[in-house]
């Protein structure tokens, strides 16, 4: 299993201004995902990130506004940039552990663009 | 790309009651993993069970357990002896079997349990 810390777990942020959302994990994964929920909403992922390359970008997501840092095996970040309240979402750090099928996620980082 | 619906966006049980949970995916693939994630409001998502489609055998975990029917393609979610405590919205998932690839996602159905 994975214990993923992920911070902060909620901001209030103005516009234009950007945020980075860290996430450790007490083990060393070799994917992490990265992934937003709006209000009411399911998950779509925004990227995945592995360590030593460029993370790769799902289709609407660009680096530009979503710059992902993986230094390590055990910890990423997000950064939303340039905010706008469009961006007022739940962001999701998720692990896939290696040997194992099943994802683990962090708590959720909750933005709120005012 | 594959896709996982959840045709029921809001379901409710009465305490100590069974419910049942939907879900259907589409797939050309043979070997995948599909799950069912629970989110309460802590925002934690949280496994509940997991289903390999080469086991024919419905997974079971306590009090959780799936009908899986492969030709199918449908995943549902029975929950037994409903809890205050399973109250949450529960998403239906899918996942390639080849390690690496993403999770896809229904769109949730949030269960409530009535005392």
């Known amino acids: 299993s994975a214990v993923i810390s992920q911070k902060p777990s909620r901001d209030i942020c103005q516009r234009g201004t950007s945020l980075t959302i860290q996430c450790q994990v007490d083990s060393q994964v070799t994917m992490m995902f990265w992934y937003r929920q709006q209000p009411g909403q399911s998950l779509t992922l925004i990227a995945t990130a592995n360590q030593g390359s460029e993370a790769t970008y799902e289709s609407g997501f660009v680096i530009d506004k979503f710059p992902i840092s993986r230094p390590n095996l055990t910890f990423s970040t997000l950064t939303v940039s340039n905010m706008s309240p469009e961006d007022s979402s739940i962001y999701l750090c998720s692990v896939e552990v290696w040997e194992n099928t099943e994802a683990f996620f962090g708590q959720g980082t909750r933005l709120t663009v005012v | ?115």
Do not use: H
């Open chain 2, 1 to 115: 790309a594959q896709t996982v619906t959840q045709s029921q966006p809001e379901m409710s049980v009465q305490e100590a009651e069974t419910v049942t949970l939907s879900c259907t995916y589409d797939t050309s693939e043979s070997d995948y993993y599909l799950f069912w994630y629970k989110q309460p409001p802590s925002r934690q998502m949280i496994l509940v069970i997991r289903q390999e489609a080469y086991k024919q055998q419905n997974a079971t975990e306590n009090r959780f357990s799936v009908n899986f029917q492969k030709a199918a393609k449908s995943f549902s979610l029975k929950i037994s002896d409903s809890q205050l405590g399973d109250a949450a919205m529960y998403f239906c998932a899918y996942r390639s079997g080849n390690t690496g690839n993403q999770f896809y996602f229904g769109t949730g159905t949030s269960l409530t349990v009535i005392p």
